[in-house]
Antibody, heavy 121, light 113 residues
Framework: EVQLLESGGGLVQPGGSLRLSCAAS????????MSWVRQAPGKGLEWVSA????????YYADSVKGRFTISRDNSKNTVSLQMNSLRAEDTAVYYC??????????????WGQGTLVTVSS | DIVMTQSPDSLAVSLGERATINCESS????????????LAWYQQKPGQPPKLLIY???TRESGVPDRFSGSGSGTDFTLTISSLQAEDVAVYYC?????????FGGGTKVEIK
């Protein structure tokens, strides 16, 4: 059974930092491009970032470029998102999202329950 | 960036009737070298994460009921629920993966009339 366990969310002040992690199991983690997709309260889905299977290629939405950094550890089946300079508009549930392929993300095969990030003073 | 526009924003359909959701991309998501449309559909029920329904515009994910079907090519796509069931009440999203940034449509809420 596929499991995606996101963690690290919480309440943070504007300008602060958080590090999200996702522990994956039940599929061959090293064969999947990993993305983060977020959903603001009551809103739609927004792709945030992705990392290739080797970790050699990373991709970011313009809204987070320069502030967020994605990384992965294939030996531990984990993917992380370091979020700096957080803004109110970053408030959302963040999902870790595996997709088939080796370099660029495609469709999201599996979804976890997500972790809520709230940026507020 | 490729903009994905869904219509309608919401629709109410009687049980057993057909529901049709449209998705338009601002540029073609058909990759000529393999003749594949880089388009997926998801279902999100209240309080749950999304679930993959369809990829390559028309390939149903394993376990998805055959009342769900996807069609279209280039810039215009459709998700059809042939006979709406109560458990199909949800928001449906299209997503292109032709290029990064990946982009989603705004969602279509399907309710029972």
């Amino acid at each position: 059974e596929v499991q995606l366990l996101e963690s690290g969310g919480g309440l943070v002040q504007p300008g602060g930092s958080l590090r999200l992690s996702c522990a994956a199991s039940g599929f061959t983690f090293s064969s999947y491009v990993m993305s983060w997709v977020r959903q603001a309260p009551g809103k739609g889905l927004e792709w945030v970032s992705a990392i290739s299977t080797s970790g050699g290629a990373t991709y970011y939405a313009d809204s987070v470029k320069g502030r967020f950094t994605i990384s992965r550890d294939n030996s531990k089946n984990t993917v992380s998102l370091q979020m700096n300079s957080l803004r109110a508009e970053d408030t959302a549930v963040y999902y870790c999202a595996p997709s088939r392929g080796s370099v660029t993300p495609k469709w999201v095969d599996y979804w976890g329950q997500g972790t809520l990030v709230t940026v507020s003073s | 960036d490729i903009v994905m526009t869904q219509s309608p924003d919401s629709l109410a359909v009687s049980l057993g009737e057909r529901a049709t959701i449209n998705c338009e991309s601002s540029q073609s998501v058909l990759y000529s070298s393999n003749d594949k449309n880089y388009l997926a559909w998801y279902q999100q029920k209240p309080g749950q994460p999304p679930k993959l329904l369809i990829y390559w515009a028309s390939t149903r994910e394993s376990g998805v009921p055959d009342r769900f079907s996807g069609s279209g090519s280039g810039t215009d796509f459709t998700l059809t629920i042939s006979s709406l069931q109560a458990e199909d009440v949800a928001v449906y999203y299209c997503q292109q993966y032709y290029s990064t940034p990946l982009t989603f449509g705004g969602g279509t809420k399907v309710e029972i009339k």
